[in-house]
């Protein structure tokens, strides 16, 4: 898909906490960096805990950008230099998280839209792949609308296939216009599902649990497990 500045956008996504949403973008912009692409992994949960992996780094960093964009949109691509960071594990670019939400909390659809199009724009990146928390705001629809392609995490749960039926359904009444760029995927798959399957489309990809991945005092585990990358690379390779 041919996107503004060259620079395509893909985003992980779910309507319930704990489907893996955060490992699947970590793991993405990692394969991403692999392949050679010029990468950034975006944060943009309320509440994250990336610092865990990455280390506290400056805080205000996205405080920072938001602001340029607001006062002095001339000055956005110098502030984004001096705002990303790389990191070795991820083989991307990262913002740092902020300490407090209100960042998140204050986003709009037109804050968002500015945010992803002056990033594009700044020629710095190939792929920005953004990992939101599970809202239903505005801004959260107008991610999905501007996404190249967004990976939306479904878990063999009631409560999760449920709640992804209900944000599909409200989406499509709201013409949020995501058709054709959608691919849901099974995450933490265990096996044979437990639950039917009531979503437009079938799974893209079906992406393993791994129970090594509960605990995290060494940041490269995350990238070990050879079949949960397998799945992911299947899904880079549909996706080009």
């Known amino acids: 898909l041919a996107t503004p500045g060259g620079c395509r956008l893909w985003t992980a996504f779910s309507a319930a906490g704990g489907a893996g949403k955060t490992t699947a973008a970590l793991n993405l912009s990692r394969l991403a ?14 509440i994250n805990a990336t610092a865990r992996l990455f280390g506290a780094g ?41 300490e407090h939400p209100g960042e998140r909390l204050a986003m709009t659809p037109v804050l968002l839209e500015s945010l992803i199009g002056h990033i594009r724009h700044s020629g710095k990146y190939d792929l920005i792949v953004a990992d939101p928390d599970s809202g239903v705001s505005p801004w959260h629809a107008k991610l999905l609308e501007v996404s190249d392609r967004v990976a939306w995490l479904v878990i063999d749960d009631w409560q999760c296939m449920g709640k992804t039926e209900q944000l599909v359904r409200y989406w499509q009444n709201q013409a949020v216009a995501w058709t054709g760029r959608m691919a849901f995927v099974r995450s933490r798959s265990q ?50």
């Open 191 to 240: 096996g044979v599902p437990a639950n039917r399957w009531l979503l437009p489309y079938p799974p893209a990809a079906n992406l393993p649990y791994v129970p090594e991945w509960k605990a995290m005092e060494d940041p490269g585990k995350l990238f070990n497990s050879a079949a949960y990358c397998g799945a992911l690379e299947l899904l880079l390779d549909e996706w080009g």
């Open 58 to 98: 400056n805080s205000d960093s996205l405080s920072r950008l938001l602001y340029a964009l607001q006062t002095d949109q001339a000055a956005f691509a110098a502030e984004l230099e001096r705002s990303v960071r790389h990191h070795g594990f991820l083989r991307a670019d990262i913002v740092d998280a902020p």
């Open 33 to 46: 960096g692999e392949r050679g692409r010029r990468t950034l992994y975006l944060n943009l949960e309320t």
